[in-house]
């Protein structure tokens, strides 16, 4: 894998900041997959991806649970370790985009498009659902 990687960065005297970047990416590729599955949300096509990008935050708690005794009012359960999942979910789709932007400027677009398509063929490898689109990004590609 490394290799296909290496044959897509090219060798550049910033080969080693691509590589962990690339690495970087199929990562947060991972993880956001993995949340969707969590969250029973779809990603599959960019409408889908700007409903969870405009879903608003949950309000946050006033006082914790452990600080007061007892059954607080203010304890969600579930429901807040679901808003968490959610504001994760938020945040590395936007940090996503940041990454493929930053990539699209140091390898070009065509470079960065073949190596998030290669981010998603390894997930769907490790059985992962279909590829998330490019999520607007192709301004930047």
Same mark, same amino acid.
């Given at each position: 894998?490394?290799? %296909? +990687?290496?044959?897509?960065? /090219?060798?550049? $005297? &910033?080969?080693?900041?691509?590589? =962990?970047?690339?690495?970087? #990416?199929?990562?947060?590729?991972?993880?956001?997959?993995?949340?969707?599955?969590?969250?029973?949300?779809?990603?599959?096509?960019?409408?889908?991806?700007?409903?969870?990008?405009?879903?608003?935050?949950?309000?946050?708690?006033?006082? %914790? +649970?452990?600080?007061?005794? /007892?059954?607080? $009012? &203010?304890?969600?359960?579930?429901? =807040?370790?679901?808003?968490? #999942?959610?504001?994760?979910?938020?945040?590395?789709?936007?940090?996503?985009?940041?990454?493929?932007?930053?990539?699209?400027?140091?390898?070009?677009?065509?470079?960065?498009?073949?190596?998030?398509?290669?981010?998603?063929?390894?997930?769907? +490898?490790?059985?992962?659902?279909?590829?998330? $689109? &490019?999520?607007?990004?192709?301004?930047?590609?």
């Amino acid at each position: 894998m490394r290799t %296909e +990687r290496s044959a897509l960065l /090219g060798e550049r $005297p &910033d080969t080693d900041l691509l590589h =962990r970047l690339d690495g970087e #990416l199929q990562a947060l590729q991972a993880r956001i997959a993995q949340l969707s599955i969590a969250l029973r949300v779809p990603l599959e096509t960019a409408a889908d991806v700007e409903r969870v990008l405009q879903r608003p935050p949950a309000p946050p708690v006033a006082v %914790e +649970r452990r600080n007061r005794g /007892g059954g607080s $009012p &203010d304890y969600r359960g579930p429901e =807040r370790r679901s808003a968490h #999942l959610w504001d994760e979910l938020r945040a590395l789709l936007v940090l996503r985009y940041q990454l493929c932007s930053r990539l699209a400027g140091a390898v070009g677009a065509k470079a960065t498009q073949e190596l998030l398509d290669a981010a998603n063929a390894q997930l769907q +490898r490790e059985g992962f659902g279909p590829a998330m $689109p &490019d999520l607007g990004l192709s301004h930047v590609l």
